[in-house]
């Protein structure tokens, strides 16, 4: 079964610096998606992407916070400048298109990457 | 703020037992709902999704929905050890792709 994949699985960033992570959606997907999930806490939509472009964003997506499709098949979310609070589980989602009353499909998860900012 | 509410438990239920998992929810125009499974430290895994009032089936799992009382609700018959794990309602509204979550209800099935 497709499945969405990301990398790393950890990484570890001093305070300060840039950090990229990578996902790879379901190949047939048009919508991507970033989550996170601090510790203990819920899980947190950050950002949806279609069409090239952002198409939602939480406050939590500020300025440090930034996505891309560099190519036909990667999505990366980049964090600027990090902080001790951006420590967390990142998920990334994709999904295929709905139609009608069932446009919301599900969203399929990577196992996500841990992210420790020291 | 829309909100999303599950009782975290633990619901502690004995292996072959029913357990019902409960969510509610603020937002009337929430339009598609999904139950996901989180093992600890692991990523959501999709159980369950559901449109339209009434119940959905599908193997040992059943997911109720009731828009008019704000509530979506899972169901697991005959539970094993093997569901131990925090289950996620997550839904989103009419104005978005985002999927908004509750915080999960741990579920324990003991032997």
């Known amino acids: 079964e497709p499945e969405v994949t990301q990398t790393p699985s950890h990484q570890v960033t001093q305070m300060g610096q840039e950090v990229i992570l990578r996902c790879v959606p379901i190949s047939n997907h048009l919508y991507f998606y970033w989550y996170r999930q601090i510790l203990g806490q819920k899980v947190e939509f950050l950002v949806s992407?279609?069409?090239?472009?952002?198409?939602?964003k939480s406050e939590i997506f500020d300025d440090q916070f930034s996505v891309e499709r560099p190519d036909g098949s990667n999505f990366t979310l980049k964090i600027r400048s990090t902080k001790l609070e951006d420590s967390a589980m990142y998920f990334c989602?994709?999904?295929?298109?709905?139609?009608?009353?069932?446009?919301?499909?599900?969203?399929?998860f990577g196992d996500g990457t841990r992210l420790s900012i020291l | 703020q829309k909100e999303v509410e599950q009782n975290s438990g633990p619901l502690s239920v004995p292996e072959g037992a029913i357990a019902s998992l409960n969510c509610t929810y603020s937002d009337r125009g929430s339009q598609s709902f999904f139950w996901y499974r989180q093992y600890s430290g692991k990523s959501p895994e999709l159980i369950m999704f559901i449109y339209s009032n009434g119940d959905k089936e599908d193997g040992r799992f059943t997911a109720q929905l009731n828009k008019a009382s704000q509530y979506v609700s899972l169901l697991i018959r005959d539970s094993q050890p093997s569901d131990s794990a925090t289950y996620l309602c997550?839904?989103?509204?009419?104005?978005?792709?985002?999927?908004?979550f509750g915080k999960g209800t741990s579920l324990l099935v003991t032997p």
């Open positions: 992407f279609y069409n090239n472009e952002i198409s939602e």
């Open positions: 997550a839904l989103n509204s009419n104005s978005g792709y985002a999927l908004n």
């Open positions: 989602a994709s999904t295929g298109r709905g139609q009608g009353a069932r446009r919301y499909q599900p969203q399929h």
